[in-house]
């Protein structure tokens, strides 16, 4: 009988390389998973209080539940293609643009007036099937500064079974333990409810990193002006509870709405991983062109109900920064994605089948 020969001992070293590979892998995804650490912050823990606070609307996104779906397009000027060689900046249209106006909270049948912050959600479809998907809020900075954070912001803020709203001895304890929220609060004192979707700016909050063409990288956050002046709502607005719906058919149907693309350039020491602080307002900002909107669509049916506005899905030329809260929104984001989706899977079927005798 033959003996089979033993393998060369570089072929062992390299089959052991392999394995400890796939097992540092596994390792990495069992610990983002949750599966090694039952207590660990994760996805589904964060949307399942998030589902706690609002309950469970199915097929509808775990926050910012209410919102419709637009579509237009974005101008390039080229004033940016110094900073990033993305396409999206090479000067030129490009469409279509599918956005995403909302209010946040996990309630689809909220109440217009009730919150005072505003949401925008645009997709670009750029050449090379390549996507750039960013999503931003009316508001100057984040509350937190660390998932951790917002996960403890919405425990806090889970409203008590007899009045329905939080509790605000609770809701004190956690700003008085978390000083990072005092710039949000500052301005959510002041804040007035704007009278539209379409009067108001919107920030992506967290920094990102533009590469250029040499690829050197600079940090950068992006917002959006819009050319429609801001006015507060109206005292007749706050007893429609679909004011802002009904205010942006009746502007797209006199004409389009446009925003600015402004890019704000981070000086050398300015925070990229906290989206609680502000950079000083004297940084370089570039307008890079105009994002317009040509018409609006209920999120039933429309071309933005199954877009997941992931924000680290970003082309050549754009990267996330070192801010934690973006590699938590992107995982949250597609653990809601894919509760609405299996939502959305099974209550087909179940039409589909006939009833039972």
Not at 133 to 146: D, I, K, L, Q, Y
Not at 312 to 334: C, E, H, K, N, T
């Amino acid at each position: 009988m033959t003996q089979n020969a033993a393998p060369p001992p570089k072929l062992i070293l390299r089959f052991t390389i392999i394995g400890l590979v796939i097992a540092i892998l596994a390792t990495a995804f069992a610990y983002v998973g949750g599966w090694l650490d039952p207590g660990r912050l994760t996805p589904d823990r964060m949307i399942n209080t998030l589902e706690d606070n609002a309950g469970v609307h199915e097929g509808y996104r775990r926050n910012h539940a209410k919102g419709y779906c637009v579509v237009g397009s974005f101008e390039s000027n080229g004033n940016v293609d110094s900073l990033s060689r993305a396409t999206v900046f090479e000067t030129g249209r490009v469409s279509p643009l599918i956005g995403r106006l909302a209010i946040p909270g996990g309630d689809p049948h909220a109440n217009d007036g009730m919150p005072p912050i505003r949401s925008f959600a645009l997709q670009f479809q750029l050449p090379n099937d390549e996507q750039w998907r960013t999503a931003m809020n009316a508001m100057p900075v984040f509350p937190v500064s660390t998932p951790q954070a917002f996960w403890e912001l919405l425990k806090a803020s889970q409203p008590d079974s007899q009045s329905g709203k939080p509790d605000p001895a609770k809701m004190a304890a956690f700003f008085a333990g978390h000083p990072e929220t005092k710039p949000f609060l500052a301005w959510a004192k002041t804040a007035q409810r704007s009278s539209s979707f379409v009067n108001v700016e919107y920030n992506s909050l967290d920094a990102f990193r533009f590469i250029d063409a040499g690829g050197t990288t600079h940090f950068v956050r992006w917002g959006l002006v819009p050319e429609a002046p801001f006015t507060p709502m109206t005292e007749a607005q706050k007893q429609d509870p679909d004011f802002l719906s009904r205010d942006l058919r009746e502007r797209l149907d006199k004409g389009p709405q446009r925003w600015h693309l402004i890019v704000t350039v981070a000086n050398p020491g300015d925070p990229t991983d906290d989206a609680t602080l502000a950079w000083p307002a004297d940084r370089r900002q570039i307008d890079a062109g105009i994002v317009t909107i040509d018409r609006a669509q209920d999120q039933a049916d429309g071309p933005c109900r199954d877009i997941n506005y992931d924000p680290l899905v970003l082309p050549d030329g754009i990267a996330g920064s070192d801010d934690p809260l973006l590699s938590a929104r992107s995982a949250a984001y597609s653990e809601s994605y894919n509760r609405r989706t299996r939502e959305e899977a099974e209550s087909a079927t179940s039409s589909t089948q006939e009833p039972r005798s």
